[in-house]
């Protein structure tokens, strides 16, 4: 049944010059629909929990279908091989140089002085460096450039540690006509 409710509200406006009350009365119905809000909640919740149990009744029935179609065929056994290992590649890089040796260029002298002489000696010593360093097995892998010019040596190339540039500069060093060494060896 619906019940009729009479409600009084007061209003208070307010404007800049004046303030007033305003009284308001509404006639409302509230209709009776016979099922409270609680029995309402309780229907949604049990139609959510039968949804929930067909829908799990159905999933265990596929399953076990499908477990019966499984037993009815073979068992199928995958071995799988160890991976041949393969050997490791190695590549070496060539040392890099970071300077060019220097061109060097005999122009006879116009006069026959010492010159001739002096290129003829560069000419030795560069060769008795060529050897010593050649011979040397620590010193022949290390790829150091040895430049002679007036009896004086210019060493480049790159060595793993300082040891080894001042065992390649001794060995220079030990060469006769060698007047003196620019080591220009690097570290890396």
């Keep these: 049944m619906a019940e009729r409710e009479a409600e009084h509200r007061r209003i208070v406006v307010e404007t800049p010059t004046a303030r007033r009350e305003v009284e308001h009365t509404e006639a409302v119905r509230h209709s009776d ?20 149990i067909l829908i799990l009744f159905m999933m265990n029935q596929q399953q076990a279908t499908n477990d019966n179609l499984a037993a009815q065929q073979p068992a199928t056994t995958i071995v799988q091989q160890p991976a041949q290992q393969q050997p490791p590649v190695i590549v070496q890089q060539p040392a890099t140089t970071t300077q060019q040796p ?25 060769a008795a ?37 001042a065992q390649v500069e001794r060995a220079v060093r030990n060469v006769k006509g060698v007047k003196s060494i620019d080591n220009q060896i690097s570290v890396g």
């Design 33 to 52: 629909s016979g099922i409270s809000g609680a029995a309402l909640a309780a229907i949604v919740v049990g139609v959510i929990a039968l949804a929930a």
């Design 102 to 126: 220097p061109v060097i260029i005999n122009n006879p002298p116009a006069t026959g002085g010492s010159a001739a002489t002096s290129g003829n000696d560069d000419a030795n010593v560069q």
């Design 129 to 165: 460096i060529d050897k010593k360093l050649s011979d040397d097995p620590t010193l022949s892998s290390l790829g150091i450039t040895a430049t002679v010019l007036n009896g004086r040596v210019t060493l480049m190339g790159m060595v793993k540690s300082e040891a080894l540039k």
